[in-house]
């Protein structure tokens, strides 16, 4: 099945701070998803991306389909911006959501 | 506008009891939906999927079972649980192929 590799697996950052995750993946997919998973479990929808660019407030995220890789930018880190942050592709014909192993985020005062 | 709920949001049953957790999705009809689990760490992974009344797909051999009685219903069941069944139960649903994927609030699960 298709793999998919996220980068760092944990970072820490001082509040004000920018970052940039990757995810890659093994092969083609329909589309990709990045999610932030808060303290308490829950998984709140970032971007829906294909491909290109898309930006939201402080959160932009970018996916190159031919290269197989898609980048997620979070400027001026806050404290609320900890958690886990996935990516997640589409496969199987657009039905099954296969998630990357992560990226733990801790953002301090 | 579309909303999706599943319950209970917590609980602890022994080992070799059953299982029930229940999901429905409101404001659409005919959605895909999904069971995923999150084991301790991070890593999400799709227990099962369904595409219509009655069409269930499973991902991994295991001790649970899905069944979808209703077009907007998904119930993840078991008739005894083990230890490591235990873990964080996710819910989720999507207007169809590629569209986005929205997630509920999740059941945490503890088999002592």
């Known amino acids: 099945g298709i793999q998919v590799e996220q980068s760092p697996p944990d970072l820490i950052l001082q509040e004000g701070a920018n970052s940039t995750l990757r995810c890659n993946f093994s092969?083609?997919?329909?589309?990709l998803q990045w999610f932030h998973q808060n303290p308490w479990g829950q998984l709140i929808n970032l971007f829906y991306?294909?491909?290109g660019t898309k930006q939201n407030g402080r959160l932009s995220a970018t996916t190159v389909a031919t290269e197989r890789y898609s980048l997620l930018y979070i400027s001026s880190s806050q404290t609320t911006d900890s958690g886990v942050y996935f990516c997640?592709?589409?496969?199987?014909?657009?039905?099954?959501?296969?998630f990357g192993t992560g990226t733990q985020l801790k953002v301090e005062l | 506008s579309q909303t999706i709920h599943q319950w209970p949001a917590t609980l602890v049953q022994p080992v070799g009891s059953p299982l029930s957790l229940e999901c429905t999705v409101e404001g659409t009809s005919n959605p895909n939906l999904y069971w995923y689990r999150q084991a301790a760490g991070r890593g999400l992974q799709l227990l099962f999927y369904?595409?219509?009344?009655?069409?269930i797909s499973s991902e991994v051999p295991q001790n649970l079972s899905a069944s979808r009685p209703q077009d907007r219903q998904f119930i993840l069941s078991s008739k005894k649980l083990l230890l490591s069944d235990s873990g964080f139960y996710l819910c989720?649903?999507?207007?169809?192929?590629?569209?986005?994927?929205?997630f509920g609030e999740g059941s945490w699960l503890t088999v002592v």
């Open positions: 092969d083609s997919v329909n589309n």
């Open positions: 997640a592709v589409l496969t199987g014909g657009g039905n099954k959501l296969t």
């Open positions: 989720a649903w999507s207007g169809g192929v590629g569209n986005t994927i929205y």
């Open positions: 369904s595409v219509g009344i009655g069409q």
């Open positions: 991306i294909p491909s």
